[in-house]
């Protein structure tokens, strides 16, 4: 069988597979979104719990986990439920503000709504980043069709915005703005978690200088803003630290066997050992592959390898990574995507079917392939990268 017959073999197995694909998608996102009381278990009561204290004026108890089911059981009145706490910073919740005038399905159909415009948003501006995944038309429908996508509609989580802050991030560092690459950069302290791609992100940069620059000021700002929404109550922040770990538990809706991290996995298969212990290994591995990347000279570093390695690093070394939050990883598949030059269905699309796949029956094997990521990128050669940037890479 020549290799022509077997390209015609791999697209049949793909568009067969496809379609079955999403088939069951819709099945699956019909039959939960049909469940009783499916709302109940989405992010969107968490989101307005957050917004209803801040409106009634309790901005100073928002990280009390009574004040929190207290004001959760009204938004979900008549029904009582486990306290799905606000982990978020107060600027969040404003966005939420709107919605409290709504009952709870209307509240939820405007975030599902918003989120699949942030979609559209993110699919447009990525194929004028990535101009060859034009070629192939189905491409169009994979931002809509990737897992951790519909799960993030489902749950009503607000990943899409952190995916166009990463997307910002790339442009930036890839046209050389480093101070708006660094500004872009301080977004992501919208979910903290996402701030260990920073290092990654100054790596990117040419003018370090100036990229520190656009990052302390975007981190003034946010802290600013979210000063002014609290009214000066500094004691809120010093509260958060311990209101997250505290809340860190299954109790809380934090599932250690469905999470994707080495924090989670260490937390699901060795329980005994204290959080804390976990928690320093998983920073330790975490310095060193960022001292890797920053030390070793010999690999030939450019925007797409860095870039790449650091989501996959930034999702592995996180603490709280649950399958709506994998939506992140769009981004790193379209760069290998659109850098794949062989005309049969390869190893790329492999990379995305698997993404998109895996997270669906929750296997812990996506750990083992969020690796693959970041030990693939090392020896990737990406014909598409930008060799004058990719030169100055090498000398920082």
């Known amino acids: 069988m020549n290799r022509k017959q077997n390209c015609v073999l791999i697209r049949t197995f793909f568009y067969i597979f496809g379609i079955s694909y999403v088939a069951f998608i819709f099945l699956v996102s019909y039959r939960y979104l049909h469940t009783p009381y499916f709302l109940l278990k989405t992010d969107v009561i968490s989101f307005l719990t957050g917004a209803k204290i801040i409106k009634e004026g309790n901005i100073g108890l928002l990280y009390d986990i009574e004040t929190q089911f207290k004001y959760q059981n009204k938004v979900v009145t008549p029904y009582q439920k486990v306290l799905l706490p606000f982990r978020n910073f107060p600027v969040t919740a404003i966005f939420y503000t709107p919605l409290l005038n709504m009952n709870l399905k209307d509240s939820y159909g405007v975030v599902f709504a918003v989120n699949i415009l942030l979609v559209v948003v993110f699919t447009i501006l990525t194929f004028r980043v990535f101009p060859d995944l034009k070629k192939n038309k189905i491409m169009y429908f994979v ?5 951790p996508s519909v799960n993030n509609m489902i749950v009503g989580q607000y990943t899409p915005v952190i995916l166009l802050i990463f997307l910002w991030i790339y442009v930036s560092s890839k046209e050389k703005k480093d101070f708006l690459s660094g500004l872009a950069t301080s977004l992501l302290v919208v979910k903290p978690q996402y701030l260990l791609f920073t290092p990654f992100a100054l790596k990117l940069s040419v003018n370090k200088k100036n990229y520190l620059q656009g990052f ?7 802290i600013l803003i979210n000063t002014i929404i609290s009214k000066g109550n500094i004691r809120l922040f010093m509260d958060y630290p311990k209101f997250i770990f505290s809340t860190e538990s299954s109790m809380f809706g934090s599932r250690p066997n469905q999470m994707y991290t080495f ?9 005994r050992i204290d959080n804390s212990i976990l928690l320093g290994a998983n920073l330790f591995f975490y310095a060193l592959v960022v001292g890797y990347v920053h030390i ?8 797409n390898k860095i870039f790449t390695l650091g989501i996959a690093a930034t999702i592995l070394f996180s603490v709280h990574v649950l399958t709506h939050d994998l939506m992140i990883l769009l981004l790193p598949v379209f760069i290998i995507i659109s850098s794949e030059t062989k005309p049969c269905l390869s190893k790329s699309w492999l990379i995305l079917l698997l993404t998109g796949v895996l997270p669906l029956i929750q296997t812990r094997f996506l ?13 990737y050669e990406n014909p598409h990268a930008p060799k004058h940037h990719k030169n100055k890479l090498q000398n920082t």
């Not at 931002?143 to 897992?147: D, Q, V």
């Not at 924090?263 to 329980?271: E, I, V």
């Not at 070793?296 to 925007?303: E, R």
Request: positive net charge; glycine residues 10%.
């Open 263 to 271: 924090y989670g996995l260490g937390n699901f298969y060795l329980p």
């Open 216 to 222: 302390i000021a975007g981190i003034i700002i946010f």
């Open 143 to 147: 931002p809509f069709l990737f897992w």
């Open 296 to 303: 070793k000279k010999k690999i030939n570093w450019n925007i």
């Open 367 to 379: 750990i083992l392939l969020i690796m693959f990521y970041g030990i693939a990128v090392l020896y």
